[in-house]
């Protein structure tokens, strides 16, 4: 309440959004690079899949390591 109240509370939120974007880049470069995915052109699917599952391990450490432990 007291964040609202003074005005710190979007300060504060654009500052931990930027963190966690820049955060978001470097975690999925590290991923991609251990991670290669499959053809795109002949397995759609599987590259689609691939891609997703890369964002959701990268959506996790993310929120863990930024957003949960403020």
Do not use: C
Not at 27 to 43: F, H, S, V, W, Y
Not at 50 to 69: D, F, G, P, T
């Amino acid at each position: 309440m007291i964040w609202v109240l003074t005005e710190q509370l979007f300060p504060h939120l654009y500052e931990v959004q930027e963190i966690a974007e820049k955060r978001v880049e470097v975690i999925m470069e590290g991923l991609r690079e251990k991670n290669t995915a499959p053809d795109k052109e002949t397995d759609a699917m599987a590259w689609a899949g691939h891609l997703n599952m890369l964002k959701a391990q990268e959506e996790e450490v993310v929120m863990e390591e930024i957003v949960y432990s403020l």
